[in-house]
């Protein structure tokens, strides 16, 4: 039973309580809970530096979208056409049924990449810039203490960056899988229409060679 939930959890998005169970999540987490920061330091080059990552994950995050939209829209569907077209012209001709096994096999891991797809653009745990309350609050709570402020609206900005990044890497899997599954159902619908193509020449060349030997 165990095995079929691990096998279901992979078609599962990203949500809060596997964030709370990753271990960079709770290191960040012990860390913001026992940081103190000090008074004669100046933080805000530390600010300047958790925005720029902030940023950059933010970034890593949009074009692992885009390219599973581009995957999706473009690359699996035409592919699966061409299939589907092939299929039916052997179908026509009433010859090579056996090209159908790979021409199938194609088709379905054609639309497992599209699902992996599907699974890279949907909904997951949420991670925002952390908000004017929390700005807020933070300064209130160091008055006049500026730079302590800054060190902790860093750390919870540092929180935000480990949870996309959290979240990144599990879209950058399924987006793997879905270039890796796309592949290889492409490569079957290539390889069913080398054989439907080259099978008559192989035939013609085989019969001349018997021609002859004759």
Known sequence: MSRWFCWLKWFCPVRQNDINKNIEYLKIDT????????ANIDYTWVYE????????????????DSKAQNLVQYLAPSSGLIGIAIAWFNLQNNNMIYVYIPIFLGILLLLASMLHCLLVL?????????????AIESAESYE???NKAKAMFSL???SS?????????????YLQTAQWLFFSGFGLIILSILVILIKPLIFSFVLCLLLELA
């Open 31 to 38: 860390f913001i809970n026992e940081f103190e920061p000090k």
């Open 144 to 146: 006049n203490e500026n």
């Open 156 to 158: 919870g900005i540092e």
């Open 122 to 134: 949907m909904p997951h745990q949420q991670s925002t810039f952390p908000s004017v309350r929390g």
């Open 161 to 173: 960056i480990v949870i996309k990044c959290i979240i990144n890497n599990v879209k950058a899997k």
């Open 49 to 64: 530096h958790a925005v720029r990552l902030y940023d950059d994950v933010s970034k890593m995050n949009r074009l692992l």
